[in-house]
């Protein structure tokens, strides 16, 4: 989607797309002769500007006939949710219209530069869709629309929207279709070609290591996992280095690149789902994507942990124990709870290389945080209170919404195991903080770590005004504006 800005409306075809905050129907003076009847039309269709509602018309213009979009944004939406609804529902009305080109007109909105390149920003989220696989589409089912123009959003809109938006917009890309693509396609090795293929030129720095390099360090928590697929596993290691702070920070992800469940085997109603437990990991890679086209001023690690949960004549048992690359051993008692043992390794591993003082890992982690939370929030777990308040302001900031969970020694009592340090999974009660308690024992003493628990939020049955219903891209907002919040604004 090109997205690009100007201060008045061009001249040519196109459809136009005029904001209705509520009642307020100040923005239709701008249609001149039509106004009257556009404003009639939207009585009788008892239109009320509520947010992302959406009025279809058509109008006469001089004798030619012009499609005439009037979105309404809801009377007293903040300013850059609004702009995103506006940006974000424009776009999937006129995506397969057969319209080509869209003008967002926001003259009558008073917005600054941010606020009109977030029209932008939520247009160019809502119209990325992945047809790869469709070969059967009709013309008709084809996105049509590949130009929108923001009016009036004053001056620095562009700029703003180059330099802070367009980027996020490539890493929530690659993220979605990491996320997209199924597992017979993105395992863990395709998954590093891809990211590769994806970061050339952006100057992140990429390191893999292969499972022989990783047994020989000591990795039997993530490999153990691995050990049931054909598929062989890998650490992805991005480096971005944009700043002059000493110790990076580190953003750790989950990818299993699909989760049968290993031997504590899944139900086969939904499975498939499990194409996309890799959503943390795709997160990591599309926020790095997205610092480096943005040449953010910080140093960050990214680290994607890969493999595949597999049932197989190799598969670990529930009962093994492995000892994990910290050296502390965990008894396996379900093989389903397989991301908890991956991000061990991972986030020892990028304390033990990196020092980071901060880690943040992003895994879909557990189904019961789907029973606490929904599909709204993801969870929020942390050992540090200013981190914490940094995420949750990150997070309502970008959309990427996070709920504060706890974390208690109590719990972490839970997963204590007979025969070795720990054991992988507690009782069902309080699911989501048990696996949260567990990565905790993995992080080292002075380290300010978060983990974000987003099962219920890669993949959504329902659109918004940023995705369509499948992969949603979130983490990618949220560390952006983490890194931008807190690691760039001195
Ligand atoms: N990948 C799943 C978690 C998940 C479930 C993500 C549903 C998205 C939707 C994870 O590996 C898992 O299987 N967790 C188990 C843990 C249990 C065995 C302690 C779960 O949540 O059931
Ligand atoms: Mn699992
Ligand atoms: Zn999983």
Same mark, same amino acid.
């Given at each position: 989607?090109?997205?690009?800005?100007?201060?008045?409306?061009?001249?040519?075809?196109?459809?136009?797309?005029?904001?209705?905050?509520?009642?307020?129907?100040?923005?239709?003076?701008?249609?001149?002769?039509?106004?009257?009847?556009?404003?009639?039309?939207?009585?009788?269709?008892?239109?009320?500007?509520?947010?992302?509602?959406?009025?279809?018309?058509?109008?006469?213009?001089?004798?030619?006939?012009?499609?005439?979009?009037?979105?309404?944004?809801?009377?007293?939406?903040?300013?850059?949710?609004?702009?995103?609804?506006?940006?974000?529902?424009?776009?999937?009305?006129?995506?397969?219209?057969?319209?080509?080109?869209?003008?967002?007109?926001?003259?009558?909105?008073?917005?600054?530069?941010? +606020?009109?390149?977030?029209?932008?920003?939520?247009?160019?989220?809502?119209?990325?869709?992945?047809?790869?696989?469709?070969?059967?589409?009709?013309?008709?089912?084809?996105?049509?629309?590949?130009?929108?123009?923001?009016?009036?959003?004053?001056?620095?809109?562009?700029?703003?929207?180059?330099?802070?938006?367009?980027?996020?917009?490539?890493?929530?890309?690659?993220?979605?279709?990491?996320? +997209?693509?199924?597992?017979?396609?993105?395992?863990?090795?395709?998954?590093?070609?891809?990211?590769?293929?994806?970061?050339?030129?952006?100057?992140?720095?990429?390191?893999?290591?292969?499972?022989?390099?990783?047994?020989?360090?000591?990795?039997?928590?993530?490999?153990?996992?691995?050990?049931?697929?054909?598929?062989?596993?890998?650490?992805?290691?991005?480096?971005?280095?944009?700043?002059?702070?000493?110790?990076? +920070?580190?953003?750790?992800?989950?990818?299993?690149?699909?989760?049968?469940?290993?031997?504590?085997?899944?139900?086969?109603?939904?499975?498939?789902?499990?194409?996309?437990?890799?959503?943390?990991?795709?997160?990591?890679?599309?926020?790095?994507?997205?610092?480096?086209?943005?040449?953010?001023?910080?140093?960050?690690?990214?680290?994607?942990?890969?493999?595949?949960?597999?049932?197989?004549?190799?598969?670990?048992? *529930?009962?093994?124990?492995?000892?994990?690359?910290?050296?502390?051993?965990?008894?396996?008692?379900?093989?389903?709870?397989?991301?908890?043992?991956?991000?061990?390794?991972?986030?020892?591993?990028?304390?033990?290389?990196?020092? *980071?003082?901060?880690?943040?890992?992003?895994?879909?982690?557990?189904?019961?945080?789907?029973?606490?939370?929904?599909?709204?929030?993801?969870?929020?777990?942390?050992?540090?209170?200013?981190?914490?308040?940094?995420?949750?302001?990150?997070?309502?900031?970008?959309?990427?919404?996070?709920?504060?969970?706890?974390?208690?020694?109590?719990?972490?009592?839970?997963?204590?195991?007979?025969?070795?340090?720990?054991?992988?999974?507690?009782?069902?009660?309080?699911?989501?903080?048990?696996?949260?308690?567990?990565?905790?024992?993995?992080?080292?003493?002075?380290?300010?770590?978060?983990?974000?628990?987003?099962?219920?939020?890669?993949?959504?049955?329902?659109?918004?005004? +940023?995705?369509?219903?499948?992969?949603?891209?979130?983490?990618?907002?949220?560390?952006?504006?983490?890194?931008?919040?807190?690691?760039?604004?001195?």
């Amino acid at each position: 989607m090109q997205i690009s800005f100007a201060e008045t409306r061009p001249t040519g075809d196109y459809a136009l797309v005029l904001p209705v905050a509520g009642k307020d129907r100040a923005s239709l003076a701008s249609l001149g002769a039509a106004q009257q009847a556009v404003g009639a039309a939207l009585d009788r269709q008892r239109f009320e500007g509520e947010g992302s509602s959406v009025s279809e018309q058509f109008a006469d213009e001089g004798g030619a006939v012009r499609r005439v979009l009037i979105v309404g944004l809801g009377a007293g939406t903040a300013a850059a949710d609004a702009a995103e609804k506006l940006g974000g529902t424009a776009a999937a009305r006129l995506l397969t219209s057969g319209e080509k080109k869209a003008v967002i007109d926001v003259s009558s909105l008073g917005y600054d530069a941010d +606020t009109a390149a977030r029209v932008g920003l939520a247009a160019a989220l809502r119209s990325w869709r992945y047809d790869r696989y469709r070969t059967k589409l009709k013309d008709s089912q084809k996105p049509t629309l590949d130009e929108v123009v923001i009016v009036g959003g004053g001056q620095g809109a562009d700029q703003r929207y180059r330099s802070r938006w367009a980027p996020v917009v490539e890493g929530v890309s690659l993220t979605r279709e990491l996320v +997209t693509e199924p597992a017979n396609i993105i395992y863990p090795e395709t998954f590093v070609e891809r990211v590769r293929a994806s970061l050339d030129g952006s100057g992140v720095e990429i390191q893999v290591l292969d499972r022989a390099e990783m047994a020989k360090l000591g990795m039997g928590a993530l490999l153990g996992v691995a050990q049931g697929s054909a598929r062989e596993a890998r650490l992805m290691i991005l480096k971005w280095n944009g700043g002059t702070n000493g110790q990076p +920070t580190a953003f750790v992800g989950k990818g299993v690149t699909f989760d049968t469940g290993g031997i504590s085997i899944k139900p086969a109603a939904g499975m498939e789902a499990m194409k996309w437990d890799m959503g943390g990991a795709g997160a990591v890679a599309g926020a790095l994507k997205a610092l480096a086209l943005r040449k953010a001023k910080t140093n960050i690690v990214g680290i994607c942990g890969l493999v595949e949960n597999m049932p197989g004549g190799n598969a670990q048992r *529930p009962g093994d124990v492995v000892t994990t690359l910290s050296g502390q051993t965990v008894e396996v008692i379900n093989t389903d709870a397989e991301g908890r043992l991956v991000l061990s390794d991972a986030v020892c591993y990028v304390q033990r290389n990196f020092k *980071p003082s901060t880690v943040i890992d992003l895994a879909t982690l557990t189904g019961a945080i789907l029973i606490s939370l929904g599909h709204e929030w993801a969870g929020l777990f942390s050992n540090n209170e200013e981190l914490a308040s940094a995420l949750l302001k990150a997070g309502s900031e970008s959309g990427d919404k996070l709920w504060r969970m706890p974390l208690a020694e109590s719990f972490d009592r839970l997963i204590d195991s007979p025969i070795a340090d720990m054991k992988n999974v507690g009782p069902r009660e309080g699911g989501s903080i048990t696996a949260a308690q567990f990565i905790q024992r993995f992080i080292e003493n002075g380290v300010k770590w978060a983990h974000v628990d987003m099962a219920g939020k890669a993949w959504a049955d329902k659109p918004s005004s +940023t995705y369509e219903k499948g992969a949603t891209g979130f983490g990618v907002r949220l560390l952006d504006q983490y890194v931008a919040d807190v690691l760039e604004s001195h």
